[in-house]
């Protein structure tokens, strides 16, 4: 065997070497996608956990939530900061899932339930109330997008729930 040929056979196991690094990185990568799609989903439950406890276990607050997104004008002003804190919590919430979405870690079935939660809740007084406080604090993609399903005059139109997507809000934007 001349020198040339274990140059050759060198050339040859490095890339292969290169080629197993490569197909074990892209299984990483995969598991570890895998394993933040299914943290989403926990973390989706826990909040609605914590954001729905306190409606759950106290016919105040039940109450409280009711009547401002109904009539959130007929709170008194405590009462309608306790609202607005409240629906920013959801918001927030709101934000992070866009930003999972844009990042292809939420799948289409849950951001479908996600669009549905959003243009129903989208339509209470103190959600738009809410949004008008807490509007400048977030990008301009996510305004964007949020102003579709907190526009008064679309949510009462009932936007199809299919029509949103942050990739399109986001070339909108550029």
Do not use: C
């Not at 439950?45 to 306190?54: G, R, Y």
């Not at 109904?70 to 927030?92: A, G, T």
């Amino acid at each position: 065997m001349q020198l040339s040929d274990l140059g050759a056979l060198g050339e040859f196991i490095s890339a292969l070497v290169v080629m197993i690094t490569l197909i074990y990185l892209a299984i990483q990568m995969r598991q570890n996608t895998s394993a933040l799609k299914n943290g989403q989903t926990q973390q989706f439950q826990e909040l609605n956990h914590d954001v729905l406890a306190p409606l759950i276990n106290s016919r105040d607050v039940a109450e409280m939530w009711v009547k401002g997104g109904q009539e959130f004008s007929s709170l008194d002003v405590i009462d309608q900061q306790r609202m607005v804190f409240f629906e920013w919590r959801v918001i927030s919430a709101w934000n992070h899932y866009y930003h999972m979405r844009q990042q292809n870690l939420i799948d289409d079935h849950f951001w479908r339930e996600l669009l549905f939660i959003f243009q129903t809740v989208g339509t209470r007084q103190s959600m738009q109330e809410a949004w008008r406080v807490w509007r400048g604090a977030y990008l301009p993609g996510f305004k964007e997008f949020m102003d579709q399903y907190l526009d008064p005059m679309r949510t009462a139109g009932a936007m199809p729930v299919s029509s949103a997507s942050p990739q399109k809000a986001d070339q909108s934007s550029s």
